[in-house]
């Protein structure tokens, strides 16, 4: 290796511990709740990928509702405001640390699982449009028909498939 490559090494080595001595310390600073779920979140989004990739979508749902059933709503209404913010920004904080650029299907059905966690009833949607002569689809959380953690609000650009994907998991039993 040359001189010139060894001292750009360097540079990115010293770069990159900066960078991880700062994440370090962003997360150190949060409450211990948010580290939570900022940790799920991390690992939700890695587990979900693997997920979909083997079983796919709707397998992958029935498995997530059945290791975490919901109970009904747990989070009181004064609170759930406070609550559903939190885990969208630490799911959102998560995501930009991963080693790949998680899906919508992945953020939505992960953030469905979160918020089920914490006795929200959310639900998956899926929507889908034509562009272009080729068929897209889109996935986000609802909850109560209020969209959840949608970036630049992009469901408004897709006609929602028909009703919450939330129902597959009882039409399966």
């Known amino acids: 290796m040359s001189p010139r490559q060894t001292s750009k090494m ?4 010293g770069c990159s511990k900066l960078h991880f001595m700062r994440t370090l310390r ?3 600073r949060l409450s211990a709740f ?3 779920i900022a940790f799920q979140s991390f690992l939700g989004l890695f587990i979900t990928r693997v997920g979909l990739s083997l079983v796919g979508f709707r397998r992958w749902k029935i498995e997530v509702a059945r290791l975490m059933p919901f109970h009904g709503t747990s989070c009181e209404a004064g609170m759930r ?4 913010g939190t885990i969208v920004r630490m ?5 930009r640390r991963l080693l790949f650029k998680a899906s919508c299907l992945e953020h939505a059905l992960v953030l469905w699982w979160l918020l089920r966690r914490h006795g929200i009833p959310a639900e998956v949607r899926i ?3 034509k562009e272009q002569g080729r068929f897209e689809a889109h996935a986000w959380v ?3 028909g209020v969209p ?3 970036a630049n609000s992009a469901h408004r650009e897709f006609v929602p498939l028909d009703g919450p994907a939330t129902l597959m998991e009882s039409q399966s039993r």
């Open 142 to 144: 609802e909850i109560d």
């Open 10 to 13: 360097q540079a990115f080595d």
């Open 91 to 95: 799911q959102a904080a998560a995501e």
């Open 81 to 84: 405001a406070s609550v559903c």
């Open 26 to 28: 962003g997360y150190l």
């Open 148 to 150: 959840l953690g949608d």
């Open 127 to 129: 929507g889908g449009r």
């Open 34 to 36: 948010e580290r939570r």
